[in-house]
């Protein structure tokens, strides 16, 4: 994984792994290039959002640590919306169709963004996949971000809306360990729920907790995609942000889209390496 992201863009090899063909380089320079590849990035990101929002869809970008149930999930969320939305998905993975294969074959379109060594997507890679999606005739966009927690944070992609999912089996303290991910959430979903008789380690209320320490009022919800318990709250959530932003569209308002740059952050791995 990159100790600082611009990993997925062209000639940045040097940002992100050490082979500077300046070797005095400093932390200062390294952090100027970042930041081009961020501003740069941004610019990508408002020129997809403006071509979604000109179609009226709306694009939900999925993050998670890998292995947290993103892509089953979509799969139950496709059985209970694809008779109310056009719904098309795009799949980011470092290597393999598997989890594109997964949505086609629930009857929704799907992209596979294959990353190669790059720990997420940006908003180049979406824009490229856009080309392939007839946007007039979707509604509904998600986007399956690479399963990683620090990296995705930090490219914005031309997204909506942001949902972090948290898994059982990976412990109720990650809002904390990475707190620049889950306070770029607008959703969190605590998934694999049946799994809570099981792992009692895993308390909700420290989960919930963990949040709040992080200054973090996202909303959280509980669900079982594999039981599709809990999946009535998170569809009344998916219909209400589709119905916000028709309303935006129709108003002619700008999305006011926060995302995170972890820039500082990168600057001091960086800084401690010179």
Same mark, same amino acid.
């Given at each position: 994984?990159?100790?600082?992201?611009?990993?997925?863009?062209?000639?940045?090899?040097?940002?992100?792994h050490g082979t500077s063909s300046h070797p005095h380089q400093s932390g200062h320079e390294h952090l100027e290039v970042l930041t081009h590849l961020l501003a740069v990035n941004d610019e990508a990101a408002a020129h997809n959002r403006s071509h979604l929002d000109m179609h009226g869809v709306l694009a939900i970008n999925f993050m998670s640590s890998p292995g947290a149930g993103k892509t089953s999930l979509l799969e139950a969320t496709i059985r209970r919306l694809r008779s109310q939305y056009r719904i098309s998905v795009v799949e980011g993975d470092l290597?393999?169709?598997?989890?594109?294969?997964?949505?086609?074959?629930?009857?929704?379109?799907?992209?596979?963004?294959?990353?190669?060594?790059?720990?997420?997507?940006?908003?180049?890679?979406?824009?490229?996949?856009?080309?392939?999606?007839?946007? /007039?005739?979707? %509604? &509904?966009?998600?986007?399956?971000? @690479?399963?990683? !927690?620090?990296? =995705? /944070?930090?490219? %914005? &992609?031309?997204?909506?809306?942001? @949902?972090?999912? !948290?898994?059982? =089996?990976?412990?109720? %303290?990650?809002?904390?360990?990475?707190? @620049?991910?889950?306070?770029?959430?607008?959703?969190?979903?605590?998934?694999?729920?049946?799994?809570?008789?099981?792992?009692?380690?895993?308390?909700?209320?420290?989960?919930?907790?963990?949040?709040?320490?992080?200054?973090?009022?996202?909303?959280?919800?509980?669900?079982?995609?594999?039981?599709?318990?809990?999946?009535?709250?998170?569809?009344?959530?998916?219909?209400?942000?589709?119905?916000?932003?028709?309303?935006?569209?129709?108003?002619?308002?700008?999305?006011?889209?926060?995302?995170?740059?972890?820039?500082?952050?990168?600057?001091?791995?960086?800084?401690?390496?010179?």
């Amino acid at each position: 994984m990159c100790q600082m992201c611009g990993c997925s863009l062209p000639g940045t090899e040097h940002v992100v792994h050490g082979t500077s063909s300046h070797p005095h380089q400093s932390g200062h320079e390294h952090l100027e290039v970042l930041t081009h590849l961020l501003a740069v990035n941004d610019e990508a990101a408002a020129h997809n959002r403006s071509h979604l929002d000109m179609h009226g869809v709306l694009a939900i970008n999925f993050m998670s640590s890998p292995g947290a149930g993103k892509t089953s999930l979509l799969e139950a969320t496709i059985r209970r919306l694809r008779s109310q939305y056009r719904i098309s998905v795009v799949e980011g993975d470092l290597a393999t169709e598997n989890d594109a294969q997964r949505i086609r074959a629930q009857g929704v379109p799907a992209i596979q963004i294959t990353t190669g060594n790059a720990c997420h997507l940006d908003a180049s890679m979406l824009h490229g996949a856009l080309h392939d999606i007839v946007l /007039a005739d979707v %509604d &509904l966009l998600f986007i399956e971000n @690479v399963g990683n !927690l620090v990296c =995705p /944070a930090s490219f %914005d &992609l031309g997204q909506h809306r942001d @949902v972090v999912l !948290l898994s059982v =089996p990976e412990g109720d %303290d990650k809002p904390e360990k990475y707190p @620049v991910m889950f306070r770029a959430a607008d959703l969190v979903l605590i998934t694999k729920a049946e799994l809570l008789e099981y792992i009692p380690e895993f308390d909700l209320q420290r989960a919930r907790g963990s949040l709040q320490k992080i200054a973090s009022a996202v909303p959280v919800l509980e669900l079982s995609a594999r039981r599709e318990t809990g999946m009535d709250a998170w569809i009344d959530w998916l219909h209400a942000q589709k119905l916000a932003n028709d309303s935006r569209i129709a108003a002619r308002e700008p999305v006011i889209h926060q995302h995170a740059h972890a820039i500082g952050a990168a600057a001091e791995v960086r800084a401690g390496a010179d």
